[in-house]
């Protein structure tokens, strides 16, 4: 998404570009609600059917699609285990020989597959069909089917938004929402990624295919991994894009640092924004410490009342975390950071809703976030790196802060180990994605040994709708044609200092 969120999985989970203000739905903080109480809980009636139907796609547009439902366990380690439901619409194939299904993964973990399809990427889900059907798939935990209840209402009162401050919070607030929703009757402990890998599977079988192709984003790609390494065999070939390693749910502090030095390198471009801001990193620094040290106050408002916000430098970095995934919220930070040096906090005020949109936590991206965890040695390198670093480790917050809040959960370091891929593989990246920076995505691209490469100058996170040439990419790809390497450019951003 191109829009500002402060949640570290919901600016990954979605897909949407409209930009009318700097709000974003936070759709990793709230799933929906279902039955509990029973191993084939009862769906309500309102939810939607399996069969065809009208999609209603990206600007009004519509399209023939069916949608499925199939049951998995909720938990495959329990035999007593309840069963689930998980959905997808699958968009027919135009193809009169199609090629294996293109199964879409979306980011976050929390992102929905049909929402992604009902955004900006729908033309590229049209145009797949042209080679074989394309499944919107929606995640254990995700979409209409969402089994996880959204947490309940905080109780306690609302934190100082210092690194302190929200770390505390969160840690009581998932340790407090977990068990109510274990007593609710949730296998909290099903919802990890080699389960989510194991439902890939559940679904080929059920949609009578031999092999899936794979496409995805971010979360997306770390699922991928996971199905590459339990089902293989099962797989065909797989496009990829903002990449996220098997270690990499927390990002390394230094490797967002160098990011941020290349942002800084491209204020040169306009002499009026570089004489303003002779040096981006240190300016963000200098506000981080003096609004950590002293937290100021603003008011906002929560179910419908005014609440009082105390934002410390944490908070802004947590802001400055969210800005930087898309070149298109990048350009704000320069008059932000000018703006809150010279102690002008008015221009927090279209970020309030947002602030107050942390306060909250969802089942489904927690439980996945702490399943995948972080290696010692790689937790050890973050928290060293984090003590100079620019953003601290705000950019993945609440990770790594909360683990340990939840004990038994950690998949453990063989889910966590590279591995050797030999699929024919499509990767994309935009070189100005600061949620998942070129650093990182080299050490998964290099497990990849039938790989090509499409790199895309001044792109961000959301690369897959950046460049009007990468449709035509993919086609190309899952069609079955030997890639090779692209390089495609967009115009560099242009900053904004008012």
Do not use: C
């Not at 927090?348 to 089942?363: K, R, S, T, Y």
């Not at 927690?366 to 010692?376: F, K, Q, R, V």
Request: aromatic share 6%; proline share 9%; glycine share 10%.
């Amino acid at each position: 998404m191109t829009q500002a969120s402060l949640h570290r999985r919901a600016i990954l989970a979605g897909a949407a570009l409209t930009l009318p203000a700097l709000a974003l739905p936070v759709s990793a903080l709230a799933q929906n609600a279902a039955p509990h109480a029973a191993p084939h809980a009862a769906p309500p009636a309102d939810l939607p059917k399996a069969g065809p139907f009208r999609f209603k796609g990206w600007r009004g547009q519509e399209v023939d699609a069916e949608r499925g439902v199939f049951e998995v366990p909720e938990d495959r380690r329990d035999p007593g285990s309840r069963r689930i439901k998980l959905s997808y619409v699958r968009f027919p194939s135009t193809a009169a020989r199609p090629g294996p299904p293109i199964v879409y993964l979306a980011g976050g973990p929390g992102g929905s597959g049909v929402g992604a399809a009902a955004g900006p990427r729908f033309p590229i889900f049209m145009a797949l069909r042209e080679v074989a059907d394309v499944i919107a798939f929606d995640q254990r935990g995700t979409g209409a089917f969402g089994a996880i209840p959204p947490g309940p209402a905080p109780t306690a009162p609302l934190p100082t938004f210092t690194h302190d401050g929200l770390t505390r919070y969160f840690r009581d607030d998932l340790q407090r929402a977990w068990v109510g929703w274990t007593r609710a009757g949730v296998a909290m402990r099903g919802y990890n990624t080699e389960q989510s890998a194991d439902d890939l599977d559940d679904l080929r079988r059920h949609l009578g295919a031999e092999k899936i192709d794979l496409w995805g984003i971010s979360y997306g790609s770390h699922l991928a991994l996971s199905v590459l390494k339990r089902h293989g065999d099962r797989v065909g070939r797989v496009a990829l894009a903002s990449l996220e390693g098997q270690d990499q749910t927390v990002k390394r502090p230094a490797r967002i640092d160098a990011y941020l030095a290349r942002v800084d390198a491209l204020l040169d471009a306009d002499p009026v924004v570089r004489a303003a801001i002779p040096d981006f990193p240190a300016l963000m620094r200098r506000v981080h410490a003096r609004l950590e040290a002293a937290p100021v106050s603003l008011t906002a408002r929560l179910d419908g009342a005014p609440v009082e916000l105390r934002l410390g430098g944490f908070a802004i970095q947590l802001m400055a975390g969210g800005l930087i995934a898309n070149p298109r919220t990048l350009v704000m930070l320069p008059a932000l950071y000018l703006a809150l040096d010279a102690g002008k906090t008015d221009v927090l005020a279209p970020f309030l809703d947002e602030f107050v949109g942390l306060l909250g936590v969802g089942g489904m991206s927690s439980a996945m976030d702490l399943a995948s965890g972080i290696s010692p040695g790689k937790l050890a390198v973050v928290r060293r790196e984090a003590r100079q670093a620019v953003l601290g480790d705000a950019l993945n917050f609440p990770m790594p802060h909360v683990l340990g809040a939840i004990p038994g959960v950690d998949l453990g370091d063989g889910f966590r180990e590279p591995i050797r891929i030999d699929h024919p593989a499509l990767l994309l990246a935009g070189t100005l994605d600061g949620r998942t920076p070129l650093e990182e995505q080299e050490e998964v691209a290099a497990q990849f040994r039938r790989k090509a490469r499409v790199i895309v100058e001044n792109a961000g996170h959301n690369v897959f709708e950046a460049h009007p040439d990468v449709q035509a990419l993919l086609v190309r790809f899952f069609g079955g044609e030997v890639m090779s390497d692209v390089r495609l450019s967009l115009p560099p951003p242009k900053f904004q200092l008012g």
